[in-house]
């Protein structure tokens, strides 16, 4: 069923949310995709939940990233030798005071330097994709307040 109600939804969701960001086995790292390696995961299992068989025959999620090298001539595109794949979360801290204070900067990449310039990360569902996601999201968050930190106690 496609159109479920909201509340109907929300009575679907296991007692343990797999989008909870407590994974059960936390050895999520970034990137995820780097270099030669430009699907995560590797082992065919979902990299959220580890409990789901993920790819055909069975259902997934993939977010796919990337660029195509164009031939505009011929209206065709495709992965290639020439392109790198990167998909960044960057925080910029504010400015100090003083033009000479050195703002804080934070990146945290999910694809690094992927040959050919596309990859993917695949899930069982859109819950452990959300899963992961929150995971990236909140790894960000904890290095942003180890750098104020660090901004803070530095001159110690
Ligand atoms: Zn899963």
């Not at 995820?32 to 065919?44: E, F």
């Not at 580890?50 to 999620?61: D, G, H």
């Amino acid at each position: 069923m496609m159109n479920k109600k909201k509340s109907e939804l929300s009575n679907d969701r296991p007692d343990s949310d797999p989008s909870s960001r407590d994974r059960p086995d936390s050895t999520v790292e970034y990137p995820l995709v780097q270099g030669q390696v430009s699907v995560y995961p590797k082992d065919g299992v979902c990299p959220w939940c580890r409990l789901q068989p993920i790819l055909e025959p069975n259902s997934f999620v993939v977010l796919s990233g990337g660029g195509l090298l164009m031939n505009r001539k011929e209206k065709v595109g495709g992965p290639s030798r020439k392109i790198d794949g990167f998909l960044d979360l960057t925080w910029h801290e504010a400015h100090g005071d003083s033009c000479e204070d050195e703002a804080g900067k934070c990146i945290l990449p999910m694809a690094q330097n992927v040959f050919g310039g596309q990859f993917g990360v695949i899930c069982c569902s859109v819950q452990c994709l959300r899963g992961i996601l929150n995971h990236w999201l909140d790894t960000m968050e904890r290095e942003i307040d180890g750098t104020k930190n660090e901004a803070v106690h530095g001159d110690m």
